[in-house]
């Protein structure tokens, strides 16, 4: 049994205790929204942020991160109101099968918070371990920009 | 390829009636469909190809009898419902049909989405079911406020009288007008120019969702008390499992103190608990053995292969797919031929969610969800397999991520009836990534053999095309009963009686899925004949992205691009002359061209070369030609911009057909550049992105789309979401070639691909080394320490790892990495028991080639 925080809330994961952060979130908490891609950290469908980085959630062991802040696709609107990435996703219409996406919205969401002007190469830097087989990342690139630009904007 | 003109003339059949209070409205295509529209006691029955339904409270919802897959025919579909009925496309409810009669697609005589031919098969039936619900319910408000029809409108859900301005909503006339109003024998669909919503880029309905991680894809279903499965199954193509001891499995879950269910089937042994994890751990102590399969010595090098046993050469029995006047004759006469073979691999499908499906077994019913294209399939097997009438099965679509043609089959479904059947419990399999990349239904591998001559006018006098490869259909349909699926378009006219006559033993039978694209060549030809012969490898192929014409458009349009060098001519303008009068293909090729700049030379960089190379391939009706901009720096190259002109008739979502094009560019690119399928005793050795990469946004171009007619096309639309990808090889292997003089016939190409916007590619590190050692170094680490390795250095990212220019400059890097790679990185993986690094002995060779040659320079 290992206690860790989900979304600001303390929750009691089973286990066992190599299950990886994926499966509990998925299975355990029912929460679907972070994806399974290829459970060796390749795709990065199951990206959440674990301490405020971007983390593959399908390699980390529940054991070892008792205690630890998990924030997943599911946080990012939790008062009702769509994050900025969110909307610029939507604005640039971004998803098209949509399963990545809440990978990419997660590592782009983390991407922002510690640097809110990325250049290209910043953002295919913290982006590039993000895979989308339906081929989105030009309009993810334009999504992040503007997302930015509004992030900017939100901090005078 | 598609007469557009047919779609017009097909007869359609209107039905309306009242249902749960409301009126639903129906337009069925009667020609080319195989659906009666009498039940056995000749009583009528109502079976619409396009359903609208208005609701008792005005909510209108469209039951979509094709899948989202990103596609975005569930916008698509619902903006020409909403425009006939004057309401905002976004307020409208999207249903996935379940399967049924009444949802065949008339242009496949299945239930399935695929061909690129959703929207042209829906585009009359749905503006004919929208305008007949508006005209009806119109009747029913003008009677219900007394007025003249004609002085009424219909919009923003509800009848208006514009005079007075007394109005009555969709939801308070809808039972009245289902009673009261007869359906319109010839409705009246809004005219092109009346258009407000259709033709513009209205917003994805799926899209609010897909962001807020709420769209419930096959993966995320969950029922009260569902178990999950994984399956053990034999690796190798074809084979099964032999005998199996589960007791390290059961030894596992009595540790864990968890309950578990070892189950064979008839597709392996399944391995079922109460979550993923421990199923899976448990499915990794399982023993068993397994059969060889159906292609033990087969490498997955269908070309190496067909060369062996002379198909390449002898003519054998070959089926007759084109013909016009005697090419052979022709060729033998010419004074000087041109011969070149090109060969592809054959290729997974690696959608992002793996395949998946959930199956519940109680009281005599099954219900199954399932992310799956071939609706109707999945319910006919899953009633075989569990021993039922298919009316005893149900049958839920989900969304979908990612199909490409992969969810065509139902293979997974096959599995979750049976397991659910024996269970008696809802069950959800699960593949992992590396069951889904060895269990695949990949695109064949095929060689084409092509000959040609010119012209003293320097066009194509003589063409000859020999296709080897294996039938899709063949394979494909001994297991999914699809039905017989039409042949798209296959033999010209001239042809047809040859191929009668051709009673050779061993002919092969058609099969348009592998020789489309080859089966009417838009070009001046000259004389032409184009083959088709069989070979059966034992593996599984099925339909992937384009199908046939990921193939043909590649060896045609290479060939064609090598015809102009020969002829000194350049390519743009040698393919112009063969295309007199082709006007919607001459439309996409001099729009793509004009983009590109086509016939200046491009800005030139300090180390290598900046080329263009251009091609054209038209499929599914509709019509794409491309020109790709590289820079290539020894054997790296990096693809900079993609121009792309595409013409599919009316563009009725601009931007959802601008994002399927980037798509299917980015798609081509994978393949051209990084997917290979091989083999080893049967087994398809690629387990993971890591060994089977796509392309990365660092990789990605920029891509520039134009389309052709667009908005203002007075064209019925045609498809877009397979039309862009055939053009992209050929068009980069042109542009590779007018840089280095190095012409490549085979894919995925010999070179490492290039980041764009971090620089470095190829710059000197100041250590004299081989180029082709680093080249080849770097595709070995990209691909086997990319995954990880190129997240951020604060993340568990090395400094640089794409840039070998620094590892060069590191004193001790062969030591250090000598003594890790292939030891602790990449990391190893369990299989079956047994911990194995997944670097391949050749990508470790390569790099160890360099890091010795790098010491050796740095005289350590």
Redesign the interface.
Same mark, same amino acid.
């Given at each position: 049994m290992v206690s860790i925080k989900v979304n600001g809330q303390n929750k009691e994961v089973k286990g =066992?205790s190599? &299950? =990886?952060l994926l499966?509990a979130l /998925? #299975?355990?908490l029912?929460m679907?929204?972070?994806?399974?891609?290829?459970?060796? *950290? @390749?795709?990065g @469908?199951c990206t959440v942020h674990i301490n405020g980085? $971007?983390?593959k959630s399908c390699v980390r062991p529940v054991s070892t991160l008792a205690d630890q802040d998990v924030r997943? +696709? #599911?946080s990012l *609107?939790a008062d009702g109101r769509?994050h900025p990435v %969110?909307r610029a996703?939507?604005d640039e219409?971004? *998803? %098209?099968?949509?399963?990545? %996406?809440?990978g990419q +919205?997660m590592a782009a969401v983390a991407l922002l918070n510690k640097n809110n002007n990325p250049s290209?190469?910043e +953002?295919? #830097? $913290? &982006?590039?371990?993000?895979?989308?087989?339906?081929?989105?990342?030009?309009? +993810? /690139?334009k999504a992040v920009k503007r997302a930015a630009a509004v992030m900017r904007g939100n901090n005078p | 390829m598609m007469d557009n003109s047919s779609l017009n003339r097909r007869q359609f059949v209107l039905s309306a009636a009242l249902l749960a209070g409301g009126l639903v409205v129906g337009c069925r295509t009667t020609r080319g469909s195989r659906v009666s529209d009498t039940d056995s006691d000749g009583k009528p029955v109502f079976m619409p190809n396009a359903w609208v339904h208005i609701k008792a409270d005005g909510q209108v919802v469209l039951i979509l009898d094709r899948v989202e897959m990103g596609q975005g025919t569930m916008t698509a579909h619902a903006t020409i419902i909403a425009e006939e009925l004057g309401i905002d496309a976004q307020l409208v409810k999207v249903e996935f049909a379940p399967p049924g009669a009444a949802y065949i697609n008339p242009l496949l005589g299945q239930q399935i989405t695929g061909a690129s031919t959703s929207t042209p098969a829906s585009w009359q039936p749905l503006r004919l079911a929208g305008a007949a619900a508006r005209e009806m319910l119109s009747e029913g408000g003008a009677q219900q406020l007394g007025v003249p029809v004609k002085e009424c409108v219909c919009e923003k859900g509800a009848i208006t009288h514009q005079a007075s301005g007394k109005s009555v909503s969709f939801g308070a006339i809808a039972a009245f007008t289902a009673a009261n109003v007869k359906v319109p024998k010839d409705p009246k669909p809004k005219d092109f120019s009346a258009f407000r919503q259709l033709g513009k880029s209205v917003k994805r309905l799926d899209s609010r969702s897909k962001v807020l991680g709420q769209a419930t894809y096959g993966m995320d279903m969950q029922l009260p008390g569902m178990l999950v499965a994984v399956v053990v199954r034999a690796p190798a193509q074809g084979a099964r499992v032999l005998s199996f001891d589960d007791t390290k499995v059961k030894a596992y879950w009595a540790e864990q103190q968890v309950e578990g269910w070892v189950l064979p089937t008839s597709r392996g042994v399944a391995v079922v608990s109460s979550n993923f994890w421990l199923a899976k751990s448990a499915a990794a102590r399982m023993e068993a053995r397994f059969s060889s399969g159906e292609a033990p010595r087969f490498d997955g090098d269908l070309a190496a292969l067909a060369r062996a046993k002379g198909f390449d050469r002898d003519a054998g029995p070959m089926l007759q797919v084109d013909k016009i006047g005697d090419a052979p004759a022709a060729l033998q006469a010419a004074g000087r031929t041109i011969e070149a073979s090109y060969e592809v691999p054959f290729l997974p499908h690696q959608t992002m969610e793996p395949q998946n499906c959930t199956a519940h077994f109680k009281e005599g019913r099954l219900e199954i969800w399932a992310p799956c294209q071939a609706a109707a399939s999945a319910q006919a097997v899953a009633a075989r397999v569990a021993g039922l009438k298919e009316e005893q099965v149900t049958f839920h679509t989900t969304y979908i991520g990612g199909g490409f043609g992969r969810r065509l089959a139902v293979d997974y479904v096959h599995e979750a009836a049976e397991i659910a059947k024996a269970l008696g419990r809802p069950v959800k399999v699960i593949w992992t990534r590396e069951d889904d990349l060895r269990h695949d239904y990949y695109r064949p591998g095929m060689l084409h053999v092509m000959k040609a001559s010119l012209s003293s006018q320097k066009t194509i006098s003589a063409w000859s095309q020999r296709i080897v490869g294996q039938s899709i259909l063949g394979s494909f349909l001994k297991e999914i009963p699809l039905g017989p699926l039409p042949q798209r378009g296959l033999g010209s006219e001239s042809g047809d009686k040859d191929q009668e006559a051709q009673s050779q033993p061993g002919t092969p039978a058609p099969d348009n899925f592998v020789t489309e694209g080859a089966d009417k060549i838009p070009y001046d030809l000259g004389a032409r004949l184009v083959q088709y012969r069989n070979l059966e490898t034992g593996v599984k192929v099925g339909f992937w992205r384009s199908v046939g014409h990921s193939h043909t458009g590649f060896a045609i349009e290479s060939f064609i691009n090598e015809l102009a060098q020969s002829a000194d001519v350049d390519a743009l303008q040698f393919r112009r002359r063969m295309l007199q009068g082709k006007t919607r293909e001459l439309g996409v090729l001099e729009k793509a061209a004009a983009m590109a700049n086509w016939g200046t030379t491009p800005a030139q960089p300090s180390q290598g070369k900046r080329t263009l190379g251009i091609a054209m391939h038209c499929c599914f009706s509709s019509y794409c030609a491309q020109v790709v901009q590289i820079l290539m720096v020894e054997n790296t190259v990096t693809v900079e911009k993609v121009w792309c002109a595409i013409d599919v008739g009316f563009a009725l979502n601009p931007d959802i057909i601008t994002a399927q094009v980037e798509g299917s560019i980015i798609y081509g690119l994978s393949a051209a550049l990084k997917q290979n399928i091989t083999m080893k005793n049967g087994v398809v050795q690629q387990t993971n992105f890591n060994n089977c990469p796509i392309l990365r946004m660092n990789e990605t171009p920029d891509i520039f789309v134009s389309l052709v007619g667009g908005s203002d096309s007075a064209l019925s639309p045609t498809g877009v979401g397979e039309v862009a990808v055939p053009a992209l090889a050929p068009a980069l292997c042109h542009a590779i070639y007018r840089a280095s003089g190095k012409i490549f016939r085979k894919m995925p190409l010999p070179v490492a691909t290039g980041k764009l916007r971090t620089g470095s590619a190829g710059a000197s590190s100041g250590v004299a080394v081989d180029p082709a050692l680093r080249s080849a170094a770097q595709a070995a680490i990209e691909s086997n320490c990319g995954p990880c390795h190129s997240a951020p250095a604060n993340e568990g990212g090395i400094d640089n790892i794409d840039d070998l220019t620094a590892l060069e400059g590191k004193k001790g890097a062969r030591r250090r990495y000598k003594s890790i790679i292939g030891k602790s990185m990449p990391p190893p993986y369990e299989d079956n028991g047994q911990m194995v690094s997944p670097i391949s002995e050749e990508d470790k060779t390569a790099i160890f080639k360099w890091l010795d040659a790098v010491a050796k320079a740095r005289g350590e």
């Open positions: =066992p190599d &299950m =990886p499966w /998925r #299975e355990e029912g679907t929204g972070t994806k399974f891609g290829c459970g060796v *950290s @390749a795709c @469908a980085v $971007a983390s997943t +696709i #599911e *609107s769509l %969110q996703w939507l219409n971004v *998803s %098209q099968c949509g399963y990545c %996406q809440p +919205i290209d190469s +953002i295919d #830097e $913290a &982006m590039s371990s993000n895979l989308c087989r339906c081929g989105t990342y030009p309009r +993810i /690139r | -």
